[in-house]
Each structure stands twice: as structure tokens, then as C-alpha cells.
């Protein structure tokens, strides 16, 4: 099993920077694809960013070239480095690691960016 638990969102200005993180349980970290997904109010769940375990990463449309998603297996922890915040980028960050069959969630941080 793994636990996840997410740490960093906070209250920015349009236009400002948050890095969130994600630390996780296990010894096996470092074989597992991990992700960060977002929910706003009234709104599905969306992925934003994924990384694989070799590092591969992957963006949604609406971040790529203002957000980062990086891990540091030494620590079990994956960050997402967003910079450039939107206003509609306002909503709860989810993280999310794949372990085989079975998708683990932590239990998410607010991000709000105020216009």
C-alpha cells in the first residue's frame, strides 16, 4: 500500500508561482508512475501531469510551458512546479501514484489564484 500525502497549495495572484509536493510511503517509490490531477468546484477530476518511473513526462494542454512536474526518488516525493497561474487553475491538487492495477490518492491541497 501506499500513502500520499500532498503538501504547498496556498492563496497567489494571477500570474505567481506555487510548487506543490507530494511525499510518499514505500520502499518502492521509485518504480512507480505518478501523477497530479486537479478538481475545480462543480467540475470532473482532470489529469494535469504525469511522470513515469524512467522520468518520461506528460502535460495537459491547458499547463504545458508553465507547469513542471519532477520527482526525486531519494525523498519519494514528486513535485509540480506551476508558474504563470491562471486564475482557472484555481481547484483542489490531487496526487496520484500507479501501482500495477491499483491507482493510490492522497488527499489533495487548495490551490487559489485570485485575479
Known amino acids: 500500500q501506499v500513502q500520499l500525502v500532498e503538501s504547498g497549495g496556498g492563496l497567489v495572484q494571477a500570474g505567481g508561482s506555487l510548487r506543490l509536493s507530494c511525499a510518499a510511503s514505500?520502499?518502492?517509490?521509485?518504480?512507480?508512475?505518478m501523477g497530479w490531477y486537479r478538481q475545480a468546484p462543480g467540475k470532473q477530476r482532470e489529469p494535469v501531469a504525469s511522470?513515469?518511473?524512467?522520468?518520461?513526462?506528460d502535460y495537459a494542454d491547458s499547463v504545458k510551458g508553465r507547469f513542471t512536474i519532477s520527482r526525486d526518488n531519494a525523498k519519494n516525493t514528486v513535485y509540480l512546479q506551476m508558474n504563470s497561474l491562471k486564475p482557472e487553475d484555481t481547484a483542489v491538487y490531487f496526487c496520484?501514484?500507479?501501482?500495477?492495477?491499483?491507482?493510490?490518492w492522497g488527499q489533495g491541497t487548495q490551490v487559489t489564484v485570485s485575479a
Open positions: 496520484k501514484a500507479v501501482v500495477g492495477l491499483l491507482n493510490y
Open positions: 514505500g520502499s518502492i517509490f521509485r518504480l512507480i508512475n
Open positions: 511522470i513515469t518511473s524512467s522520468g518520461s513526462t
